[in-house]
Antibody, heavy 116, light 110 residues
Framework: EVHLVESGGGSFQPGGSLRLSCVAS????????MHWVRQAPGKGLMWLSR????????AYADSVKGRFTASRDNSKNTLYLQINSLRVEDTAVYYC?????????WGQGTLVTVSS | QSALTQPRSVSGSPGQSVTISCTGT?????????VSWYRQNPGKAPKLLIY???ERPSGVPHRFSGSKSGNTASLTISGLQAEDEADYYC??????????FGTGTTVTVL
């Protein structure tokens, strides 16, 4: 069974940095593209990033390019999202998700709150 | 990468059909047959309902169907049930490995 578990969320101050993690199990993690998606409180889904199975190819939403960095460690079955220069508007639940034929499996999400 | 446009809400009585539209551009919905639909219940992660415009993953009931015409994709729920009350999101590939989601639609069962 596919299982994705995010962690690293919490309360942060504007201008700070954080790294989210997503541990995968139940499938061959290293051959799948993976995504990060976020959802601000009471708002819709926003696609953030996609990273290739072997890691070198990444893509980002224009609005987060330069501040967000996706990476992965296939030896640890773990996906990461580094967020720098945190803004209040980064407050959201952050989901990692697997790309099969499309985004098919999602984690339960981790809440990031940015406030002073 | 502007969000795809969905109606804010749709409603129907049990047993009726409802259709949710998802309008994009030639650069996303209209340019690729990679449209997916998700249902999200409160406090939960989204669940995949439709992929590649009209394909259903195993376990998704046949009363969920997808289609596309030009820059607009649609999700139809036939035989509406109380459990279908949820938020629904479309998603499209947008080129160069990027994606975009729709604005979301709340389905209410009257």
């Amino acid at each position: 069974e596919v299982h994705l578990v995010e962690s690293g969320g919490g309360s942060f101050q504007p201008g700070g940095s954080l790294r989210l993690s997503c541990v995968a199990s139940g499938f061959n993690f290293g051959i799948y593209w993976m995504h990060w998606v976020r959802q601000a409180p009471g708002k819709g889904l926003m696609w953030l990033s996609r990273i290739e199975g072997e890691g070198p190819t990444t893509a980002y939403a224009d609005s987060v390019k330069g501040r967000f960095t996706a990476s992965r460690d296939n030896s640890k079955n773990t996906l990461y999202l580094q967020i720098n220069s945190l803004r209040v508007e980064d407050t959201a639940v952050y989901y990692c998700a697997r790309h099969g034929a499309t985004i098919d499996y999602w984690g339960q999400g981790t809440l990031v709150t940015v406030s002073s | 990468q502007s969000a795809l446009t969905q109606p804010r809400s749709v409603s129907g009585s049990p047993g009726q059909s409802v259709t949710i539209s998802c309008t994009g551009t030639d650069s996303d919905v209209g340019g690729y047959d990679y449209v997916s639909w998700y249902r999200q219940n409160p406090g939960k992660a989204p669940k995949l309902l439709i992929y590649d415009v009209y394909e259903r993953p195993s376990g998704v009931p046949h009363r969920f169907s997808g289609s596309k015409s030009g820059n607009t994709a649609s999700l139809t729920i036939s035989g509406l049930q109380a459990e279908d009350e949820a938020d629904y999101y479309c998603h499209s590939y947008a080129g160069e490995y990027t994606s975009v989601f729709g604005t979301g639609t709340t389905v209410t069962v009257l």
